[in-house]
């Protein structure tokens, strides 16, 4: 079983479209995010969700919106694709904790913004 | 903030050979640091990671790394490398003052391994 799950793995869309991706994990972790890695293999956070709060928001477009139905589950969604808004989005778990131990990656969702 | 600097975009070691790749970071206290490998259009792997205590630390698939406080490092190293060691290599440091678990990604290091 994957532990990390992410749908679709890859995206083609034109630029003011509107769409989703998302995740799921099966290792009962209490904490969620969603990273963005650009062209140059920059990895940057995006947002973070503990048990369904929105715990992180590093200053992404109100474009961008995270949505936590339950822990297991963080989908982003996107309006008004922007050729910016390229790039590989990942998302990840972790168990809640001050020493909080690694991230799980799933394998990445490639968007491409025409 | 926190920072991490990989200054190594690329590097290339024949397959058999050391390696080394560089982390410095820049964190006030102590910092929680980590290794993940990405494979090409595969997510990223903890290979290792530093909390505290001995600042050698071991990996997965023989890779180690040391943490040095005085040169703010945190190297990772194998002592012979193989072919399928070829992929991107990223240093992390956690913001832990939070509770929660936030990394700071270096720009990343991609090894080449030649024959």
């Known amino acids: 079983d994957t532990a990390v799950s992410q749908t679709p793995k890859y995206l083609v869309t034109q630029m003011g479209n509107d769409k989703s991706i998302k995740c799921e994990q099966n290792?009962?972790?209490?904490?969620m995010y969603w990273y963005k890695q650009d062209s140059k293999k920059f990895l940057k956070i995006m947002f973070s969700?503990?048990?369904?709060?929105?715990?992180i928001n590093e200053t992404v477009p109100n474009r961008f919106s995270p949505k936590s139905p339950d822990k297991a589950h963080l989908n982003l969604h996107i309006n008004s694709l922007e050729l910016g808004d390229s790039a590989v989005y990942f998302c990840?778990?972790?168990?809640?904790?001050?020493?909080?131990?690694?991230?799980?990656f799933g394998e990445g969702s490639r968007l491409t913004v025409l | 903030a926190q920072s991490v600097t990989q200054p190594d975009i690329h590097i290339t070691v024949s397959e058999g050979a050391s390696l080394e790749l560089r982390c410095n970071y820049s964190?006030?206290?102590?910092?929680?640091l980590f290794w993940y490998v990405q494979s090409p259009g595969q997510g990223l792997q903890l290979l290792l990671k530093?909390?505290?205590?001995?600042?050698l630390v071991q990996g997965i698939k023989g890779f180690e790394a040391e943490f040095k406080r005085s040169q703010s490092s945190f190297n990772l190293r194998k002592p012979s490398v193989h072919w399928s060691d070829a992929a991107e290599y990223f240093c992390?440091?956690?913001?832990?003052?939070?509770?929660?678990?936030?990394?700071?990604f270096g720009t990343g290091t991609r090894l080449l391994v030649s024959p």
């Open positions: 530093y909390f505290s205590g001995d600042t």
């Open positions: 990840a778990s972790s168990p809640r904790g001050r020493v909080a131990g690694e991230l799980f």
């Open positions: 290792l009962g972790h209490d904490t």
């Open positions: 964190y006030g206290a102590t910092p929680y």
């Open positions: 992390a440091v956690g913001e832990a003052d939070t509770g929660f678990q936030k990394l700071v």
């Open positions: 969700y503990n048990n369904k709060e929105l715990i």
